[in-house]
């Protein structure tokens, strides 16, 4: 059990850039964003040390099935909105997302179809309650 769990990812619509490479080839980046709402976990009992960062990640709901592997993957995650705990916390507080990244993984309902684009990232829990991160996902086709 963790102190912090991902509640909801909301997505926007995505979008298509069609590129011309520098060797004249053709190119295609479909972009996936939107919002990934962390909460605290209500059932957490325990220690958490100033420096320890927690380990989540979440599959990009608005993205098809990966049919071929992409040439290129991206992440890019910001902080919307954060909620810190009252009191005197002895130090500063570090929020955001730590150490993005996405790659392919199996799908995981474990049902054929073919696997999905997983974003994994860490937060440091300490002064956390709740936040909101923005991500934007670019796949180079």
């Known amino acids: 059990m963790h102190r912090l769990q991902v509640a909801g990812v909301t997505p926007a619509r995505p979008y298509y ?26 059932g957490f009992r325990g220690m958490i040390r100033h420096t320890d960062v927690l380990s989540l990640s979440f599959f990009v709901p608005d993205a098809p099935p990966v ?21 005197d916390l ?8 730590v150490r993005p990244t996405v790659r392919v ?9 073919g696997p999905w684009l997983l974003v994994e990232f860490g937060v440091h829990p300490i002064g956390t309650e709740g936040c909101e991160l923005g991500y934007r996902v670019s796949v180079w086709a």
């Open 17 to 42: 850039l069609d590129l011309r490479n520098p060797d004249h080839t053709q190119g295609r980046v479909t972009v996936h964003s939107g919002v990934v709402s962390i909460v605290a976990n209500p």
């Open 67 to 87: 049919t071929s592997l992409p040439s290129h993957l991206e992440v890019e995650m910001d902080v919307r909105t954060h909620r810190s705990t009252t009191g």
């Open 90 to 97: 002895g130090g500063a507080i570090v929020i955001g997302a």
């Open 105 to 113: 993984a199996p799908d995981p309902s474990g049902e054929p179809g």
